[in-house]
């Protein structure tokens, strides 16, 4: 099981960008789906962008599709965020998460349970 770590969140101004990192330690990330997922006050989380590491497919959903890219980094064991043209509705907490074996469509669309870890928040002010 990977243990993750998120970082890189913070404060932006409409428009801005932010980049979210998120660090695994344990096991390659060989195989896995790695996702990014986002839970706004009173809302439920949603899948936000997914990679699947083996292949390099990825999943958006589309209220960020040209403007979020997720990439990896083999070497680094790290997952990125990067998020430009940041909008207020983009406001959350953001995790991530990983699944051995999953697609990106499963990753990004099916529920989980868990387990989850504290995230990291963005702010987006208009």
């Known amino acids: 099981q990977l243990q993750l770590v998120e970082s890189g969140g913070g404060s932006v101004q409409s428009g801005g960008s932010l980049r979210l990192s998120c660090a695994a330690s344990?096991?390659?990330?060989?195989?896995?789906?790695i996702g990014w997922f986002r839970q706004a006050p009173g809302k439920e989380r949603e899948g936000v962008s997914c990679?699947?590491?083996?292949?390099?497919?990825?999943y958006y959903v589309d209220s960020v599709k040209g403007r979020f890219t997720i990439s990896r980094d083999g070497a680094k064991n790290t997952v990125y965020l990067q998020m430009n043209n940041l909008q207020p509705e983009d406001t959350g907490v953001y995790y991530c998460?990983?699944?051995?074996?999953?697609?990106?469509?499963?990753?990004?669309?099916?529920?989980?349970?868990?387990?989850w870890g504290q995230g990291t928040q963005v702010t987006v002010s208009s």
């Open positions: 344990g096991p390659s990330l060989d195989y896995y789906a």
């Open positions: 998460a990983s699944e051995f074996l999953w697609s990106v469509q499963r990753m990004c669309t099916v529920p989980r349970t868990g387990p």
């Open positions: 990679i699947t590491t083996s292949d390099g497919k990825t």
